[in-house]
C-alpha cells in the first residue's frame, strides 16, 4: 500500500514501533520481520536521499501517475482538484512504471513540509539506533541542518535560532525562540523549494508539531553516548588499565582510566572507534544519547565485519572476517534467504585474523533480503546486511535534478 501525507506526518510511528519492539523483544519470533522492516525502510531513506543531493533531504512519498483519479472532481480536501494533483505527480522524478519519487508531497491549500520531514526524520533516527547505523544517523542530522540553514536560501527557519531568521506567522503568541512553522513549500505544481519572503499563513506559521517533532528528533541526536565495559585488571602494566578511544575519521584519540577491578565508564562524542586496551582490540560506532558496552579482557575481546555477494542466480555468500581472541559463536538470522548452518564458531588468537563463510539461497528474487550476524548471543554487538534487487537502479541524480529545473 502507497502511504503519504501532508502537512502533518505521522510516518515515524511504524518505524519507532517495531524498533522498540526489536529492542524489548530480541528473542521474539518475529524479531526478524520487525528488525528486516526497520533496516528496509533506512536503507530506502539513504538510497532516495541521493536525488536531492547536494543537500541529502528526505523525499516525501511515491506517487503513481493515476492516482489523481481517487480525488473528487468536486470538492476535494484542502482545494484539491484531478488535474492539480496529476500535474504535480507528472512534475516529480520518474521511476517507472507510472511511479514518481516526489521530493515534496502532493499538496493543495495547506503547503509546508516540516510536518512530514521531520516525522521521516525521526524514523531515520530511531533505525539508526537499532541498527547502529552511523550513515542513517548523519542523514537524520542533514534533515535538521536543513531546516536551520543548510538550505538553498541559506535561511534558518527556526526564529531567533541560526543565521538570518526571519518573522513567523504567529498572531495570538508573538514571537517565540525556537518556534518552527509549517514548513519549505513549493509553486505551483513544481517539485523545488520556494521560500518566500511574505510572513503569512500557512507555511510560516507556527505550529506545535514541527516543534515536537524537532524535540524527539533531538532524543536521538544530541548529546554524548555513555561507553562502559571491562578490561583485564591483572595485565603486566602496574598502573591503572587505560582504555583507548581512536575516532576513524579525525583520528582523535581519548584516553579513559580503569579502576583497580578493570571496569571504566566514561562520555564519549558520536564516531566509530577503534578500542584498545593493551593487546585487546575492538570496533563500535557510538551514536548521541545511547549506551554501549566493551569487553576488552582476553577470551572476549572481538572486531568483527561481514559483506556479502549475490549472483544472477540469487545465489548468496556472507564472509565474515574476527580479530580479537578466545571461542566466538556467530548466529545468523535472515529474511528472504535460506542459510546452510545458521550458526559458526571461530577461534581467535592475539594477532590473528579468522574468517568465515555462508552460502545462502533468495526466497524471493521479487524482494530484498536482510541478514544479522549475533555473536556469542550479545544482540548488542550484532551487524546487518541488505541485499539490493539487481534490477532496480534510481535515475541519476544530475540527470533527476535536470528534469526538475534546478
Not at 90 to 100: F, R
Not at 170 to 197: A, C, F, H, N, Q
Not at 309 to 336: C, P, Q, Y
Request: proline share 6%; glycine share 10%.
Amino acid at each position: 500500500t502507497i502511504f503519504h501525507q501532508f502537512h502533518r506526518g505521522n510516518d515515524q510511528a511504524p518505524i519507532v514501533a517495531l524498533a522498540r519492539l526489536a529492542s524489548t523483544f530480541p528473542n521474539h519470533s518475529g524479531w526478524m520481520k520487525w528488525y528486516a522492516a526497520v533496516a528496509l525502510y533506512s536503507e530506502y531513506q539513504k538510497s532516495s536521499a541521493q536525488t536531492t543531493e547536494p543537500y541529502g533531504v528526505l523525499p516525501a512519498y511515491v506517487y503513481h501517475e493515476r492516482e489523481y483519479l481517487e480525488v473528487p472532481e468536486q470538492g476535494g480536501l484542502h482545494m484539491a482538484t484531478r488535474d492539480a494533483f496529476r500535474a504535480q505527480v507528472l512534475d516529480g522524478m520518474p521511476m517507472g512504471d507510472g511511479y514518481y519519487l516526489r521530493a515534496f508531497p502532493v499538496w493543495f491549500a495547506r503547503r509546508g513540509n516540516y510536518g512530514v520531514l521531520l516525522s521521516q526524520a525521526k524514523a531515520l533516527s530511531a533505525a539508526a539506533h537499532l541498527r547502529g547505523d552511523w550513515a542513517g544517523a548523519e542523514l537524520a542530522q542533514k534533515q535538521a541542518e536543513w531546516i536551520v540553514g543548510r538550505n538553498p536560501f541559506v535561511q534558518s527557519t527556526m526564529y531567533g535560532e541560526g543565521y538570518d531568521w526571519a518573522p513567523q506567522y504567529s498572531v495570538s503568541s508573538g514571537d517565540i525562540v525556537g518556534s518552527l512553522p509549517v514548513g519549505m513549500k513549493t509553486r505551483g505544481s513544481t517539485d523545488v523549494p520556494y521560500w518566500p519572503s511574505s510572513n503569512t499563513y500557512v507555511f510560516k506559521e507556527v505550529w506545535v508539531h514541527p516543534v515536537s517533532r524537532w524535540l524527539w528528533l533531538m532524543q536521538d541526536l544530541a548529546g554524548p553516548a555513555l561507553v562502559h565495559g571491562r578490561v583485564d585488571p591483572h595485565g603486566a602494566q602496574k598502573a591503572a588499565p587505560k582504555v583507548e578511544f581512536a575516532e576513524l575519521s579525525t583520528g582523535r584519540v581519548l584516553s579513559i582510566d580503569a579502576d583497580a577491578g578493570g571496569t571504566f565508564r566514561s562520555f564519549l562524542p558520536e564516531g566509530n572507534y577503534s578500542v584498545r586496551a593493551g593487546s585487546q582490540r575492538a570496533r563500535i560506532t557510538v551514536l548521541p544519547g545511547g549506551t554501549y558496552a566493551v569487553d576488552l579482557r582476553p577470551g572476549h575481546s572481538l572486531g568483527f565485519a561481514i559483506s556479502a555477494k549475490t549472483n544472477a542466480d540469487g545465489e548468496v555468500t556472507i564472509d565474515l572476517t574476527a580479530s580479537g581472541s578466545g571461542v566466538h559463536t556467530f548466529a545468523v538470522r535472515s529474511e528472504n534467504l535460506a542459510v546452510d548452518e545458521p550458526e559458526k564458531t571461530l577461534t581467535l588468537g592475539l594477532g590473528k585474523a579468522g574468517s568465515v563463510r555462508w552460502k545462502a539461497r533468495t526466497l524471493s528474487t521479487d524482494a530484498p533480503w536482510v541478514v544479522v550476524v549475533v555473536p556469542d548471543e550479545n544482540m548488542l554487538q550484532r551487524r546487518d546486511l541488505v541485499g539490493s534487487l539487481p534490477r532496480f537502479a534510481l535515475p541519476d541524480p544530475a540527470v533527476a535534478r535536470g528534469r526538475r529545473g534546478e
